[in-house]
């Protein structure tokens, strides 16, 4: 990295949104950074063009990675998503272009959790239609039935998907308000962790028929796409709560927005929508459904969090030849 002149030249580094700015900061004492502080919403090709010979973006996993963008920046070595999901980059064609890629895991992990939670008892207690309600000044007495919604504690907690968050809210089911849990993942966990989580491995068919709370947390991929439908709506109990904070694609949206309309789930708690910041109109016309807006791991400390961790994969990668959260290396 040192010229002829002796003078050092810092690898150069994009930073494809706005982020915090004392991480900015850090970033700009060990890189040439070109950042997008404006925060314009960048199509592929202004991508690629705002990458032009940079060796490490940072991007927030609104930004599509792959092999065109790949071809298109021939100097990149390492993108360090802000964001524990990834399915913003094509792994296998990064790995092929040699290119690292890193994301943001456990520092969101509780946080995320916690979000996970508060949709389930906004969802299943009737929070926001209450809210409502109280708000277009509809609320004129007390009644037996008024805003009656689906008990929560000593209930089944069904996790589909049960990596680090899926565990986290599994415990909070458990331990917190005494839930049965049961969950079903691509692998069956150890024993030791299921006994730590108070969490049962069942089929998929018997997560959907038990579950009176589904909560989503499996990462996107082809796989996964659809994964709640029709047909697996069709399982559920119509007294159920369905919460998604995993992704938007997971769920068929139009399939869930007809299963809400017509009394088959009673209520749902979406904080990421496919084709998200869109949200299908049908969705937004129903009452029993909790709309967020993709805020899942939004508190400030974690946000912070996620930039350092971001950040410290560029730097440890870039500097020291170490990423710390590989995904391909
Ligand atoms: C994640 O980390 O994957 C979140 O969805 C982004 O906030």
Redesign the pocket.
Known sequence: LKTSSGRINKPAVLVARAIFPEVLQTLQQHFEVTSNQADVLWNPEQLAFAAKGVAGILTT?SERIDAALLAACPDLKICANM???YNNFDVAAMTTARVVAT??PDV?TET?ADFGFALILAAARRMTEGEHFLRAGLWNRWRYDMLAGAEVHGTTLGILGMGRIGQAIAKRGAHGFGMRVIYHNRSRLDAVTEGVCAASFVSKQDLLQQADHLILVLPYSTESHHAIGVAELAQMKPTATLVNIA?GGIVDDVALAAALKAGALAAAGLD?FEGEPRVHPDLLTLPNVVLTP?I???TLRTRRA?AQLAAANLIGFLLHGKALTPLNA
């Open positions: 996993g964001a524990v999901g994301n943001t969101l995320t992704r990421v993709h899942a791991s939004a996620m």
